[in-house]
């Protein structure tokens, strides 16, 4: 557990590291230990590295890296998943998509995190009335869960151009259906948000045939696994796309929407730039420092308009860098 | 209920009409009439016209045109979706993807369509132990049907260019775990057929990085849903799509993918190709009349050699034409 102390911007920071995921399982033996824990819950926000990797990939439910992330999503109480997918300008061609389509995208994706079919219960292993094994989960959300997380997206909606999609599964599923009840029940008190509906698998669509119709969307944790990553692969950069999750109270849990990239640890090819994006969301959403979390985004717009590029986003005319050399470059820009 | 005979191609087909979905609503009061689905037992195959449509939006879910689908699939047992997303090279422009990422794109997506999340008990409406309202869905599958989707879709890849990707959420649901649990242990019996694994989230990112990494995908009904309709919209083509649904025993679903398309309904701006491979489909895997169903799929490439395009697949240097002289333009292609 290391600790640091420093000044910066007239904010004083203390710094504590803490094991989760793989680092734990190898210290400890389990994925989210009890310090771990308390020592989050003691802090003002979480600044949090990618967690899983090659060597626990076979380990069982319990003593997997990922169900650490799980654990400490759950005991922060941070229900509430803000994913940005914006395009940038310089880094426009890195997308799949033709030009004219990507250029523009800014989306946040608003999912909901602690319930749905990642928590519901009964879940597990059993067998049927035929003697076979099944395996079965539940998908379940309570009005009170819902109104929180659509109220967050309302706000977050009404911060940024003023439109709210829902995505649901209402023609089919009765969890969508109260999903459905619930947020349209809440816009009366939003009226400046406008507010539509769409079923996920046209959400699924509609993200690749015209992005730009999206400005902010909320859905259930599932469903927003999926559309946030499609949302986030649209700009081509995922090695660029910061994350945070927030509760009602308590210290907020901020990192990069990547993962741990096991097939390039520790040959400096990284790119640290979704991380440091992550620190100014943590700024912003965490500690309400909005003018440190600007200084921090512009720096690396800086960097960008400098014309350094990790492999993930080079392209030809711009400077290869490694992972260090980003980060220097970054401090150089603010 | 219409009926028609005739013999073409050495086949003598007798058809019968019978309304589901908004159709049967308006003619019977219910989205499946007993009548429609005995006299789809009855059939050797089945093709499908699209059910929805605003006039039933808001119906009680009971009275829902997608209720009387989910009883049409459930009734039949099909419960293998096979919907190819295929990317021609005379519509390549049509994608928003970039040329070279689009071009050559050839997945097929096997659904598992009579299982899951779509018909699991206990589903419904409740109160939680706060008195609060909740909604839940049971995510539940059976060995057995897990193995038999995968041998189809073991099938259907080997047939192809041998490779399986299986599509699950394994590091979070346990029904997933016992969908990887079982796909694998169906390998050993297609060793020509390569098998690998992807996470539900990563899938929907790759599907937009590159494309062309898929052969044939497997993977349950709600992913199946999400992640079929964001192949198909990579083509740009979804008004050329087709579909069949089969199972083990009785006649198969042959649908178009799109849906009803109700802004445009009786406008003779509907694109007819993807019901018109739709039935080549029927041809092929309904029937086994594999040279019919190269006739109808050779002729609707002719047509579109020729320049014949409607609305949705239109752009310079072509001949834009409506629904009714498209259809015409293909018989003429025979
Ligand atoms: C690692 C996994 C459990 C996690 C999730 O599914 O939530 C990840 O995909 C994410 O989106 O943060
Ligand atoms: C209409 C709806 C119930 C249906 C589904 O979700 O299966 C549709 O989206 C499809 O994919 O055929």
Known sequence: ??????????????????????????????????????????????????IGGYKWDANEKHLKPETGLLQLRAGLGVFANLRPATVLPQLVDSSTLKKEVADGVDIMVVRELTGGIYFGKPRGFGSNDRGEDIGFNTEVYAASEIDRIARVAFEVARKRRGKLCSVDKANVLEASMLWRKRVTGLASEFPDVELSHMYVD????????????????????????????EASMLTGSIGMLPSASIGDLGPGLFEPIHGSAPDIAGQDKANPLATVLSAAMLLRYGLGEEEAAKRIEAAVINTLNRGFRTGDIFSGGTTLVGCKQMGEEVLRSV
Chains 1, 2 share one sequence.
């Open 1 to 50: 557990m290391a600790s640091l102390c420093f000044f910066s911007a007239g904010i004083e920071f203390r710094f504590r590291e803490v094991p989760v995921g793989g680092a734990a399982l190898d210290s400890t033996g389990v994925p989210l230990p009890d310090d771990t824990l308390a020592a989050a819950k003691e802090s003002d926000a979480i600044l949090l590295g990618a």
């Open 202 to 229: 046209n959400a699924a669509m509609q993200l690749i045939r015209n992005p730009k119709q999206f400005d902010t969307i909320v859905t259930n944790n599932i469903f927003g696994d999926i559309l946030s990553d």
